[in-house]
């Protein structure tokens, strides 16, 4: 069974940096990425930063292109998300989930983590 577990949230000051891991267990051959998505209070889940499984590209949302980069150590079976340069709008739970596709789409995810908490204030 499929299994992902988030972690390295925190509380952080505008500017700061963080670095999110999503360790993923059993089998993952019927997925191609893993993205990472967020969720603010009362705002809908969003993509952030996906990667394929195989070939390593990857695809950012808008907002934190040149401030995140998506990485994978495959031999860890885990995915991170280096946060650098944080805003108080990243406030939000970071979710991580397998995909079938490299997309930010929400609907095209399935076994999503618990998510962890990401809060930027001073």
């Known amino acids: 069974q499929v299994r992902l577990v988030e972690s390295g949230g925190a509380l952080v000051q505008p500017g700061g940096s963080l670095r999110l891991s999503c360790a993923v267990s059993g089998s993952t051959l019927d997925f191609y990425a893993i993205g990472w998505f967020r969720q603010a209070p009362g705002k809908e889940r969003e993509g952030v930063a996906c990667?394929?499984?195989?070939?390593?590209?990857?695809v950012y949302a808008g907002p934190v292109k040149d401030r995140f980069t998506i990485s994978r150590d495959n031999a860890k079976n885990t995915v991170y998300l280096q946060m650098n340069s944080l805003k108080p709008e990243d406030t939000a739970v970071y979710y991580c989930a397998l995909g079938r596709a490299l997309s930010l789409n929400t609907p095209g995810y399935g076994y999503w983590g618990q998510g962890t908490q990401v809060a930027v204030s001073f």
């Open positions: 990667i394929s499984l195989s070939y390593g590209s990857t």
